[in-house]
């Protein structure tokens, strides 16, 4: 009897539809993602099973196909050799890059999960995305910026810049107004490295500033920096010191003078030396329209005197007091500045006459 049930209950099972009953799937084979066009398409789902493919990156703009994960699929274990396939899809194809950028690789697909059947075994992981393709370099590009100093270079003066042995006078200038263009009040100058401390370097005449090309230079008398913004003028019988010793004799403020412990006595011989050095000057090159003439440019707080200067196109020339000289009017322009070293600079000219503009920009230091 206890057959019979069992060949009944047998029987029974065996009638049951086998879409009752829970399916041996096999793994899904999910589809590749196209390949990306302006706008990439994603993979599409892997079904019950290995994840799909990657999509493809987009085109130079496009964007890349992100492919979806495979579905799991669930096995229950009819039996022990049923292997339990789930896994995630491929990751999507990198965004390709915007113009100029190189596009990125596509992310990582994530691991598969465990299937639930006994014996199953872990997913395999999604493969990574396909790397877009870079976009093509950007055109273009602003224009570089005029301002930004430059890194220390080799600095030297003219061998003609030769001093004999040094003698020395003082002087004072209680509302200067040099010949060299710079001005001030009380004995200070300003646009200088230390504003008390200036020197009067010998030319021919007040018409004829033979030295003029040296305004602005510096000069060391001991510990003293000391900046040249004057002229003394020997001609006839004025100032006889700077006659008589033009490549050797300096005439300074009273400040320069005891800065560098010496005395202003020209009949005193034998006393510290002076020499020429780069000015360590701080903040930058300042340039002035002269009050009363638009085609006429004072330079001032340089690191080493000034050669030639070009403004609009048009070349400057010194003009006995300091200031350089063109054609044609300069407000506003665009101008290069080289010094005596053949270092340039561009600035640009201001446009209030008499007033002073900080260019933004400053030659390299010396090395």
Not at 313 to 338: E, K, V
Request: proline share 6%; charged share 10%.
């Amino acid at each position: 009897m206890r057959c019979a049930r069992l060949a009944i209950s047998l029987f029974v099972f065996l009638l049951l539809p086998v879409g009752c009953l829970p399916q041996n799937d096999k793994p899904g084979q999910g589809a590749g993602g196209a390949a990306g066009q302006s706008s990439g398409s994603g993979g599409q789902a892997g079904s019950n099973g290995t994840g799909g493919k990657p999509g493809t990156g987009g085109s130079a703009d496009g964007t890349g196909g992100s492919g979806s994960g495979g579905s799991s699929s669930t096995e229950h274990s009819d039996a022990a050799s049923d292997v339990a396939q789930s896994g995630s899809g491929g990751g999507g194809g990198a965004q390709g890059g915007s113009s100029g950028s190189p596009a990125s690789g596509g992310a990582t697909g994530g691991a598969g999960s465990t299937g639930s059947g006994s014996g199953g075994k872990i997913g395999g992981a999604g493969g990574g995305g396909v790397q877009g393709s870079g976009g093509m370099p950007g055109t273009g590009g602003g224009i570089p910026g005029m301002g930004g100093n430059a890194a220390p270079t080799a600095c030297s003066f003219p061998s003609s810049w030769t001093q004999g042995s040094a003698t020395y006078t003082t002087y004072t200038l209680p509302n200067a107004i040099t010949a060299c263009g710079y001005n001030g009040n009380n004995n200070t100058i300003k646009n200088i490295v230390t504003p008390a401390n200036f020197a009067a370097i010998p030319g021919t005449s007040s018409s004829d500033f033979n030295t003029s090309n040296r305004c602005g230079a510096c000069i060391q008398i001991g510990n003293a920096i000391v900046t040249v913004v004057d002229e003394c003028p020997y001609d006839g019988s004025n100032n006889p010191p700077c006659k008589a010793n033009p490549t050797g004799h300096m005439d300074l403020s009273n400040a320069a003078a005891s800065a560098g412990g010496v005395k202003g006595d020209p009949n005193v011989h034998g006393q510290a030396q002076w020499k020429y050095i780069p000015c360590p000057v701080t903040g930058n090159v300042i340039v002035r329209l002269k009050t009363g003439n638009s085609n006429e440019m004072f330079i001032e707080n340089i690191v080493l005197p000034i050669a030639s200067v070009t403004c609009g196109g048009q070349t400057g020339s010194r003009t006995s007091y300091g200031a350089w000289h063109f054609a044609g009017n300069i407000p506003g322009a665009t101008c290069d500045i080289t010094d005596i070293a053949g270092r340039k600079i561009t600035v640009a000219a201001g446009s209030t006459q008499g007033q002073d503009v900080d260019t933004k920009v400053q030659f390299p230091k010396c090395q």
